[in-house]
């Protein structure tokens, strides 16, 4: 193996949310070779901190395991790189044949990686499962719409939605939810293992897994067969290692030991490395969110504890809102690669607001220690309320720590909270959030697909994703509207009011929305193309210069 500081070949950094997600690639580590079956060539070794929790698609909705998803299993629907709109993928036409019915014909001679055809069937069985599975930590809250999934021959899929004209369905296609799974491998009514899934070859993306060590090491050989939209794999086969922190994954990258490192560098070590020759950092746009959860039922004054009460619950979140100093946090944390985010749907897409804003603070941003206690007085709470923070050490960034510790900072100092900080890793994280273990937790947000839906529906609606008891009828119903509205115009006022009401009620509290940035160098190419506009990773468009 060479290293790259023997080579002298630039590396290349990508981070999708930026700090929360960097690619750094490095000279010719991996070395070279071909995948004669495939047709593609070359190598590549990528490093990760970004832990997977399971291959089931039914199972886990979260950016490490929907990495792997986006690799090897087919959509329907999938936004090709660099483009912000979906198309079919392994379908051949997708298109409302009336205003509830959604008909995709799929292309013929579809096959999965252990040679059974993939059909109208195996679709049909996919959406019926996730939806039966229905996991609290699994993506089936975005199957709101969706009634009942008929295989009417072997490549005619019809999806029967509740209402009429669903301006989101086709991309909620290409979400999480929309991986195709084999129904001779996969359980109608349980999770499937990682290990029956990789036995099973239950295959059909860009790529198939060939070999498979549970968070320490993926190998993706090409995939001859796919016939999707992202065209034939370029690079033959990808090594994925993952590890346990940052500064062995920068460690990495400086000895050449990888070609990519893809989610998590901190601010620091990308601030360093654009300082490094054989480096290049170029910024962009991006969607990622970071935000603090409340659940309704354990939080302060909660409705299950023994002062709940919903006034003092609501004043509890009232005034942490008043108090955050998100400058504070994206100049000191993050050096700006962040900036401060005052409302629910990040700013660049339609319908963004900066609701927050107004309502809480000074009214022009920054925190206001004053109205926080006059906000906690008047629902009388005299005496520093404790709050239970929990937060990821592995999953959203290095600096989480950092961030977190800002944030108890920040409360604790007006005096008016106690705040008990606490981390888990993530694994053991995503499964206790959703059973009622942390009053108040971190969370944070890639984009499914790049609409305002995708930062309201997942979140707020009664069965949401977050799993922590909001229940807010006028907003359900509203998020519903605002999905079946053709008229653009009366849709973003929707969205807009959606905003408003949920800033008044603070089912979470929003802090940071996330930059994306490409660095390309000489000797890989396709990096820009492997972020498209859903913030997507894939491998299939990185090859050796």
């Known amino acids: 193996m060479t290293s790259a500081s023997k080579t002298g070949k630039r590396a290349i950094i990508v981070a999708a949310g930026f700090t929360a997600a960097a690619l750094a690639l490095s000279g010719c580590a991996a070395g070279g070779g071909s995948d004669k079956d495939s047709g593609s060539s070359g190598t590549l070794t990528i490093g990760t901190t970004d832990k997977i929790t399971v291959l089931d698609p039914a199972g886990s909705y979260d950016n490490g395991s929907f990495a792997v998803m986006n690799q090897v299993f087919p959509f329907l629907m999938n936004t090709p790189y660099g483009s912000p709109d979906v198309e079919p993928d392994i379908a051949e036409s997708a298109e409302f044949t009336a205003p509830t019915e959604y008909t995709v014909k799929l292309k013929p001679g579809l096959k999965f990686a252990n040679g059974n055809d993939l059909t109208a069937s195996d679709v049909k069985f996919t959406f019926d499962r996730q939806l039966k599975i229905a996991d609290e930590n699994g993506p089936s809250s975005l199957l709101y719409n969706l009634e009942s999934t008929d295989a009417v021959d072997d490549t005619t899929v019809v999806f029967h939605l509740k209402s009429a004209n669903d301006q989101v369905f086709p991309q909620i296609l290409s979400s999480p939810a929309g991986p195709i799974v084999d129904e001779d491998v996969f359980s109608p009514d349980a999770l499937t293992s990682d290990d029956d899934i990789v036995k099973g070859k239950a295959f059909a993306g860009q790529y198939s897994i060939s070999s498979y060590d549970f968070n320490n090491l993926i190998q993706y050989k090409a995939n001859p067969d796919y016939k999707g939209v992202l065209e034939p794999a370029k690079t033959g086969t990808v090594n994925v290692k993952y590890y346990a922190d940052a500064s062995n994954l ?208 997942p979140f707020f609606l009664t069965e949401n994703f977050l799993g922590n008891h909001y229940d807010d009828k006028e907003v359900n119903d509203l998020i519903l509207k605002q999905a079946t509205t053709t008229d653009p115009a009366e849709r973003t006022k929707i969205i807009e009011e959606i905003q408003d009401k949920v800033a008044a009620q603070l089912s979470t509290i929003p802090l940071l929305q996330g930059a994306q940035v490409a660095v390309t160098g000489t000797d890989v190419t396709g990096t820009e193309d492997t972020l498209d506009a859903s913030f997507k990773f894939r491998y299939g468009a990185l090859a050796k210069g």
């Open 250 to 457: 920068k460690l990495a990258v400086q000895e050449g030991e990888i070609d990519v490192a893809f989610r998590s560098l901190s601010a620091t070590d990308i601030d360093s490395l654009r300082g490094n020759d054989k480096v290049k950092v170029v910024d962009g746009p991006g969607g990622e969110i970071r935000y603090i959860v409340f659940n309704f039922d354990t939080q302060a004054f909660g409705a299950k504890t023994p002062e709940a009460d919903p006034a003092k619950a609501l004043a509890v979140r009232q005034a942490v809102a008043d108090l955050v100093d998100r400058d504070e946090i994206a100049d000191q944390v993050y050096k700006g690669t962040y900036t401060p985010l005052y409302s629910y749907v990040p700013a660049g897409l339609t319908g963004a607001t900066e609701s927050l804003k107004g309502l809480y603070g000074d009214g022009q941003g920054a925190p206001d220690a004053d109205k926080a206690k006059a906000t906690l007085t008047a629902a009388g709470i005299t005496e520093p309320v404790v709050l239970n923070l929990q937060y990821s050490n592995d999953h959203y960034g290095p600096s989480s720590g950092d961030e977190y510790a800002l944030v108890k900072d920040q409360l604790e100092s007006s005096g008016l909270f106690t705040v008990n900080l606490q981390t888990t890793e993530w694994v053991q994280y995503s499964k206790d959030r959703t059973t009622d273990v942390y009053p108040e937790y971190q969370l944070g947000w890639f984009p499914d697909y790049s609409d305002a839906d995708n930062y309201l529906t």
